[in-house]
């Protein structure tokens, strides 16, 4: 049961935050235009700290995580890379510590 629950929150804030938002906001024909991905990586990444409404230091802790995973979809373009990312991360934190 834990590997459906943290296997489901991860694919769908991956699709929300990476899927649908960061590949809407990175959508052009310039595919190497840093400033705008670091803009849209940025924003997509405090708009998941904030969905987790945890604001203290540990909204850190969930900025950073989001800025990574949108750097891992930036370069790999594959949405399955940050799906894995975040489970096992998630997965490992939760019930593995």
């Known amino acids: 049961m834990a590997y459906l629950s943290v296997a489901l929150a991860a694919l769908g804030e991956e699709l929300f935050f990476r899927g649908y938002l960061l590949q809407y906001a990175l959508d052009t024909k ?11 990586s940025t924003l997509a990444s405090f708009l998941f700290s904030i969905a987790h409404m945890r604001f203290d230091l540990f909204i850190y802790q969930y900025f950073f995580f989001s800025l990574i995973c949108s750097l891992i979809f930036i370069k790999c373009k594959n949405i399955g890379y940050t799906v894995s990312f975040h489970f096992f991360l998630q997965y490992y934190g939760n019930y593995k510590s």
């Open 30 to 40: 310039e595919e190497n235009n840093l400033i705008k991905n670091i803009f849209f």
